[in-house]
């Protein structure tokens, strides 16, 4: 990895952490003197059973998602609350100005793979493996349902469509302007959204300008033309068109709009949509059958697949992309 411009991951300190911070006694917190008690403190606010193992074959589809009871239901809670307070078109613009222009880092993708070894998606009710691992299931459930070599990219797809988790695991970004169901801004909140509830307290609520079915849009714009809520998905398919990937646009489609749940899965949000994006919503949907329905399967073996994949990236990519 080399740095072409040293920048701290957010600009903005961390809300969660702030409003942990501001709930204990300040005789009680000392960043410098006490991290590891205040490190304590900050995961109990995040509890889950921690002998629960998600690699469950027989697992039935009815049982993913499931958001009203789960092994990880007060850490994933906890993410929407902030996610759906602190998501407005203001932050969503703001961080559109500040990434959507790269250069910050160049890196290989497998470099930047490896980076997800350790990181752990905290709005998934679902697993508690690294995003590497994720990856990995992903893929090779894909290969498994097209092997011919002619959906390669359908593989290579399936391995880096989190990749865009880079924010959080490089740039530092709290997870709730990372990861998490997409949705978006401009326009009146879809009730289908999971925990919708929550935007009670997020301030476009009270904007008339934003609460109508279009908002500040067009019937028909296309959803190119929409701002989703800002994180992975928007990132990563920045990071590929700007390094002028290979990749099919039904690829494009898979990774910028795959958290999109409220448009792939409830029907949400069509009237903003065009012929092309209807098109490509049959893509997106199957993409969701290996991205959603891995997450119990048995976790592939990294040191087994790396040739496979990296002749892929090898492929479809440059040798080193700008970050």
Request: aromatic share 14%; net charge negative.
């Amino acid at each position: 990895m080399r740095i072409i411009e040293a920048k701290e991951g957010g600009e903005e300190v961390s809300n969660g952490l702030k409003e942990a911070k501001e709930g204990l006694k300040a005789k009680d917190f000392n960043p410098l003197g006490n991290i590891e008690e205040w490190q304590d403190y900050k995961e109990s606010l995040y509890t889950e059973d921690p002998t629960w193992n998600p690699t469950n074959p027989e697992k039935k589809r009815d049982e993913f998602r499931n958001y009203q009871a789960n092994p990880r239901q007060e850490r994933v809670r906890n993410f929407y609350r902030v996610n759906h307070e602190k998501q407005t078109l203001q932050f969503v613009l703001n961080q559109e100005k500040k990434y959507m222009k790269l250069g910050r880092f160049k890196m290989g993708v497998w470099e930047a793979l490896e980076l997800l070894d350790k990181y752990v998606d905290d709005s998934d009710p679902d697993t508690n493996l690294s995003q590497l691992a994720h990856a990995l299931q992903t893929a090779e459930a894909v290969r498994a349902k097209y092997p011919d070599e002619k959906y390669d990219w359908y593989h290579l797809t399936g391995l880096i469509h989190d990749m865009g988790k880079f924010l959080g695991s490089v740039y530092k970004e709290d997870q709730w302007c990372v990861v998490g169901d997409t949705f978006p801004l401009g326009c009146k909140f879809a009730k289908k959204i999971e925990f919708s509830k929550f935007f009670n307290n997020n301030v476009d609520s009270n904007n008339p300008l934003l609460n109508t079915r279009c908002g500040i849009y067009k019937r028909g714009c296309g959803l190119e033309n929409v701002h989703m809520s800002w994180g992975h998905d928007e990132y990563l398919y920045q990071v590929c068109v700007q390094n002028q990937c290979t990749l099919p646009q039904e690829a494009l489609y898979m990774i910028r709009y795959h958290s999109f749940y409220p448009w792939h899965k409830e029907g949400e949000y069509m009237h903003l949509c065009n012929s092309t994006d209807l098109a490509m919503l049959k893509w997106v949907q199957d993409f969701n059958n290996f991205d959603l329905y891995s997450k119990s399967d048995k976790v592939a073996n990294k040191e087994e697949l790396t040739k496979y994949y990296k002749k892929l990236i090898n492929k479809y990519f440059p040798k080193e992309l700008n970050w």
